[in-house]
Nanobody, 123 residues
Framework: QVQVEESGGDSVQAGGSLRLSCAAS????????MGWFRQAPGKERERVAV???????IYADSVKGRFTISKANGKTTVALQMNSLKPEDTAMYYC?????????????????WGQGTQVTVSS
């Protein structure tokens, strides 16, 4: 019903930058919240950044000041600008969406997920 697709992952050296993008499509309701998550081998999935239907944003403490989430095209497209990348940022990054007729507010209940895009930061 709802498709989520992310892209932009790559292999970079520490200190480098990457920009991930994500688009939600399909049967999207009036309000949508979108976010980025990541999971490294042997680690649990963690929330990286989320932007809700009103534009409110939350970041993981580990990425504050380095990552920026932004929206475009009626809030169905989001990007994650990642600067000053560290080896510990290495993970599979997933985009997720929560959509409903009612406003979707932080922290959001995500139901739709992308397949992931790999980010590898070498030391």
């Amino acid at each position: 019903q709802v498709q989520v697709e992310e892209s932009g992952g790559d292999s970079v050296q520490a200190g480098g930058s990457l920009r991930l993008s994500c688009a939600a499509s399909g049967y999207i309701s009036r309000s949508i919240c979108m976010g980025w998550f990541r999971q490294a081998p042997g680690k649990e999935r963690e929330r990286v950044a989320v932007i809700d239907s009103d534009g409110s944003i939350i970041y993981a403490d580990s990425v504050k000041g380095r990552f920026t989430i932004s929206k475009a095209n009626g809030k169905t497209t989001v990007a994650l600008q990642m600067n000053s990348l560290k080896p510990e940022d290495t993970a599979m990054y997933y985009c997720a969406a929560a959509t409903s007729w009612f406003p979707q507010k932080l922290p959001c209940d995500f139901r739709y997920w992308g397949q992931g895009t790999q980010v590898t930061v070498s030391s």
